[in-house]
Each structure stands twice: as C-alpha cells, then as structure tokens.
C-alpha cells in the first residue's frame, strides 16, 4: 500500500512550499521536504524542465544556508525568525564573540542539525563581506557550507 502526502511548507523566506512524501509500508523511501534551490543564486533548480526536490542532508543544508541568508523580521508569519543583521552584525566594530554566538544560535535552531562542529567568520574590510563557513552534524549526516555575508 502506497500513500502519497502533500503538504505545504512556509519557508523563512516567506514563500510557501509544496512538498510531497511518498510513504510505502515496509520500504523507506526518501522524504521530500522542499524544492531544490541553487544555493549561490537562490533559483529553483531543473532537471530537464522539471523541479528537483531536496532530500535528507541536502535539505538540512539548504535549510541553514536559506536561515542563514534571512533578516531577523523578515518572514511575516513568524517575524522572530531571522539573524539579526541589523541589530548585531551590520554594526560599527562588531565583535568577534557577538557574531560567532548569532550564527551559531541561527545554524543550531535549524531542524535536524544536531550539532556544530565548526564555525569559521572571515572578514573581508576591503569588499565589506563576511563569509560564514559551517560544518555541522545532522540527524541524517555531516553537512558543510558557506554563505555570503555584505557588511
């Protein structure tokens, strides 16, 4: 017996999701938790004209590239959803420590990250931009990734 659910997923960026899982009695098939989307351009990824999904790991790891890239406020279901750029990262002078501990809270709050194992800031004064650099363990693996920050 084979049942497929459709639910609907509102992501942090504000957009709602239409994601499906497909459940077969005695077999594990893999679980659809969101659209893919390119992680350095932010589109919806195709394969030949159709929409990929993301599954397990992938989808952890879009999940805290996407909460990563959301402003504290932003999402307006749930506006304490976000890091708080312009409270404690955008600033004159941020410190080192305060920044560490917003995307440390931001990737552990991240559903099916179970734990952080490293977290690099590197700041470029010259170009204004922060890249944060990640490797977390997850319910499902390890997972890594790196995303742009403008300062």
């Not at 599954?55 to 279901?77: D, K, N, P």
């Not at 440390?104 to 650099?133: H, K, N, P, Y």
Request: hydrophobic share 40%; net charge negative; with cysteine.
């Amino acid at each position: 017996m084979t049942a497929t659910l459709y639910s609907w997923d509102l992501m942090p960026s504000g957009s709602a999701v239409a994601t499906s899982s497909n459940t077969t009695v005695g077999n594990a098939l893999p679980i659809l938790r969101d659209l893919a989307i390119d992680l350095d351009s932010g589109e919806l990824q195709l394969d030949g004209g159709d929409l990929k999904g993301a599954y397990g790991v992938a989808s952890i790891q879009q999940h805290v590239c996407m909460r990563l890239r959301t402003l504290l406020g932003e999402w307006f279901l749930d506006t304490s959803r976000g890091v708080p750029y312009f409270e404690q990262v955008l600033t004159k002078n941020p410190s080192n420590s305060v920044l560490a501990q917003v995307f440390r809270e931001a990737i552990l709050s991240t559903v099916g990250v179970s734990s952080l194992l490293q977290l690099d800031l590197s700041v470029d004064t010259r170009e204004r931009t922060l890249m944060v650099s990640f490797k977390a363990d997850t319910d499902l693996g390890e997972i890594t990734g790196a995303v742009p920050v403008g300062v």
